[in-house]
Every structure is written in C-alpha cells, then in structure tokens.
C-alpha cells in the first residue's frame, strides 16, 4: 500500500512546479499566441476593415499566399530582406568581435570606454535615425561637406535617394547600433577564460592568434551562436530606421518584408495579405532557427 501511495505522491511533487509557472505561461501564450493566430487565421482571409460592401471578410484560402509569392515588390522585398540581415549581422559580429578583444585589454580608462561603447544600443531608433539623416543629407550633410574639404568632393552622393546607396546606408546604421550587442556579450564570454589556459599559453610561447584560435574562441563560441541567432531573429523583424528614413523608397530599394506587410497592411488595408507575407517570413525564419540549433546539437554547444 505505502508503495502505491507513494507513486501518486511522488507525481504531484514533479508536476508542483509546473503549477506555480502556470499563470506566467498563460499570460505569455496570451501576449504573444494570440497575435500569432490571430495573423495567421487572416492569412486565408480578404479581410479590409474599410469595405463598405458588406464583404469586408471574406475566406479566399491560399490566394494570399500565391498573390504574395507572385508579386514583383514582394520578391524584391525578400531579397532586400536577405541582404539586410545576413549583411547587417555579419558586419555586427565581426566588429563586434574586435571591440571585444580590444575592450578585454588592459588599458587606461578601460571601464569608461567600455560603458561609452553603449551609447549607440541605447540610443531610440528615433534619435539614431534623425542624427544619421543629418550626417548623409545629400545637400547638407556632414560627411559630404568632410569629403569636399579633403579634396574627395566626386565621392559625395545623395545617399539615401539613389537605388545604389539606399540600403547601404541603411545597413551602416544599424551596424553600427548593433555592434556593442556582440561587444558586449563577447566580453563577458572572454572574462569566463581561465587564466591558467592563457598563461599555459604564453609559457608555450604561443602567439596572440594561435591563443585565440586555440583556447578563447572555442570556449566562447556558445555565446557566438546564441548572440548571432537572437541577432538574426531581431534583425529579421526591424524595421524602424526604413520606416523613418526612406519608407522602402526609392522604389522597391529598402523594401523590406516586415515594411512590405506593414504598408499592405495599414496603406492598402489588405490585412489578409498583409498575414500572408508575415507568415511566409515567419515559417523562412523558424527553418533558419532550427537548422541553427540543429547546428549547435551538432558540434556539442546545445543539448540535443
């Protein structure tokens, strides 16, 4: 009797912690699951909240979702957006990588330099993007006046009104808001090092290169690919600067697909399509994750 007593015992005390985490999951499935359905339940619809034909919902099945493959700015869109996030975050990691090394030195005033390297991440994307269009202002702007007092005046362009330099320019911001993400992060994985690998290394007469390859990377490595992975999500979804700065313009240039949806959403008031484009990024953007995960499984950096 004391042993079948105990089982159903037993089993309360496992499940006890998923009770206390009970609420909190409910509230976040409430935050973020119903967007989610609720986005992709108007991907099969006509859904315009403004038709006063009576017809304003209407099923349409997967006509959203063809209409939006098919589509000329969308398939620009998704070019754009490939563009901008592998472009955007790997300039990100890498500089980020070298602000990390040059921040894990010893030097004097290290502690203040390390805490102005944040001034760009907690900068409002407002206030980035208004200082930014003040710099590259094709009339006005500083750096085209520096190009013209160094002599290099044929060099100046109307950076975000020309096709060729737009996204570009766009991209250079953003960079250089996410690079003390990676700096930061990498730092704190560097300080985790053993000192007794690095002096292990030094006795062994190894150079700064080697000691990075050999010993730092490997360990911070895990750190390098939970960073990179949450960079690329967030990257993915931002679209803050193409709002402010260029709308997507000039032309399709810096049309993105988050800006794609949300002009056919709030522009067009095509909702369902709008969801269509949103789910067609979403589904891309979890094969991307769990190909990277698996990626981690692989070479020992996350748990299978």
Do not use: C
Not at 97 to 125: E, K, Y
């Amino acid at each position: 009797m004391s042993t079948v007593s105990s089982r159903p015992a037993g089993r309360a005390r496992r499940l006890r912690p998923l009770w206390y985490l009970m609420p909190a999951a409910v509230v976040v499935l409430g935050i973020i699951g119903y967007p989610v359905v609720r986005a992709i339940g108007f991907s099969f619809f006509h859904y315009n909240p403004l038709d006063v034909t009576g017809a304003h919902v209407r099923f349409v099945g997967l006509s959203n979702y063809l209409r939006a493959l098919t589509n000329p700015g969308f398939q620009h869109a998704a070019v754009n957006s490939v563009i901008w996030i592998f472009g955007v975050v790997t300039v990100q990691f890498l500089l980020g990588l070298m602000g990390a090394v040059i921040l894990n030195q010893r030097f004097r005033g290290r502690d203040v330099v390390r805490g102005l390297v944040l001034i760009p991440w907690a900068t409002p994307s407002v206030l980035a993007a208004m200082m930014w269009m003040w710099i590259l202002d094709g009339n006005y702007g500083v750096l085209n006046d520096l190009l013209h007092r160094v002599g290099l005046g044929f060099l100046a362009q109307p950076w975000f009104s020309q096709p060729g330099t737009a996204l570009g320019s766009l991209m250079l911001i953003d960079v250089w808001q996410g690079i003390p993400f990676f700096a930061v992060m990498l730092l704190a994985a560097m300080q985790t090092i053993p000192g007794e690998l690095l002096e292990a290394a030094r006795l062994d007469r190894a150079s700064a290169w080697r000691t990075f390859w050999a010993i730092k990377l490997p360990i911070i490595a895990p750190t390098v690919m939970i960073t990179t992975l949450l960079r690329i999500v967030w990257t993915a979804s931002y679209m803050d600067l193409i709002l402010i700065i260029t709308q997507g313009g000039p032309g399709y240039a810096t049309l993105t697909v988050p800006a794609d949806a949300y002009y056919t959403a709030y522009t067009d008031f095509a909702f369902g399509r709008a969801g269509a484009m949103a789910v067609i990024q979403a589904l891309v953007l979890l094969g991307v994750v769990l190909a990277y995960l698996r990626l981690l499984s692989r070479q020992g950096i996350l748990d299978a």
